[in-house]
């Protein structure tokens, strides 16, 4: 009898056409004598309608087609199961996918989702949203907020929003921020919740962080001009700044002195004045070169 292995593809990530990656993770399933079970994303009970499917199939890996956002839909939905989530990325930044230094090519990361070994990686709790990779509030997430609500896509339309974005900018914010039995306070434009090193661009942001160790890294960003912006976008900025302050941590409580625009994991989740974070350790398997 073939094993079950559940494909889930979110249909517009990184607006780009999916057949392509369908085709071929079923020709490359079909070989290894594995049978497919299709779900497309729709944005309606995405995750109550996965945990229903993997209840029926029980697969031991569940294979997925999109970016960062799709990722963590899938490990909230399969967060107290014991499968290997694989990734074919095909997303606008990819930032996860990123940071396991998966291949840049589909056949090769066909190999690493279907067949490779595991990593164990954590979770981060914001307010009980699950963030698998790179949060952030302030003036990043007021970019991610304007260009979701664009209508120009890919490299030229973040570009665009960074401008209108600095443009428009509010002054920057007080953050009281209270982690390891200490208080500090900080005025910031940008505030990183992070579970990993680097944005999808290839930034560093968090050079010593580490998916796997049970903390994460609140880095604070004091100044943040257009061209600062610029090298988060481009994959350029140095991250010896005096402008920065990283603090490693298990739990943190943040609370701003005005509401503050919030993104997770490149989604918009609206503006916040208190932020309750913690680590959820070892929630999910990710397979890995």
Known sequence: MKKNVVLIVNPVSGAIDKTEFIDAATLFATKENLNVVLYTTSGKEDISKIR????????????IVGGDGTIKIVAEALETQDVILGILPAGSAN?????????????????????????????????GIKSIHLSDIGINADLVKNYEESDLRGFWGY???AYTTLKDAEEPFLASITANNETV??????????NSQRYGTGVTINPNGR??????????LKSLDLFLLGKIITGNMPIDSDDIVIISTEKAFIKTNRPVNLQVDGEYCGAQNEL???????QMKIAVP
């Open 276 to 282: 309750e974070i913690h680590i959820l350790h070892k």
């Open 95 to 127: 930032g996860l996918s990123v940071d396991l230094n998966l291949p840049t090519t589909l056949e090769e990361n066909l190999e690493v989702a279907f067949l490779s070994h595991y990593v164990e990686i954590d979770m981060i709790s914001i307010n």
């Open 159 to 161: 570009a665009l929003q």
């Open 185 to 194: 306070k900080h005025t910031a434009r940008m505030i990183v919740i992070a």
């Open 52 to 63: 229903t499917l993997y209840a029926q199939h029980k697969p031991e890996r569940v294979i």
């Open 211 to 220: 998916m796997d160790d049970g903390k994460f890294e609140l880095i604070v």
